[in-house]
């Protein structure tokens, strides 16, 4: 299993979870995508952040 088969077996249930909450409370879907746009943005722009940071050090 490569690296990025790894990584999605880990992320999709993490949505899964998400995105059933997200129903519970009905929220719309266009909001739900956002979300979920939002918080992989925030994982690709933290593991830039700590790579750069490993590298200082």
Known sequence: ??????A?????????????G???LRVDTCY???A???IVVAAV???????KNRKKA
Do not use: K
């Open 45 to 51: 722009v933290l593991g830039v952040y700590q790579q």
């Open 8 to 20: 999605d077996r880990i992320t999709a249930p993490i949505f899964d979870v998400m995105n059933a």
């Open 32 to 34: 739900q995508e956002i």
């Open 22 to 24: 997200f129903t519970f």
């Open 36 to 38: 979920n746009s939002l």
């Open 1 to 6: 299993m490569g690296l990025i088969g790894f």
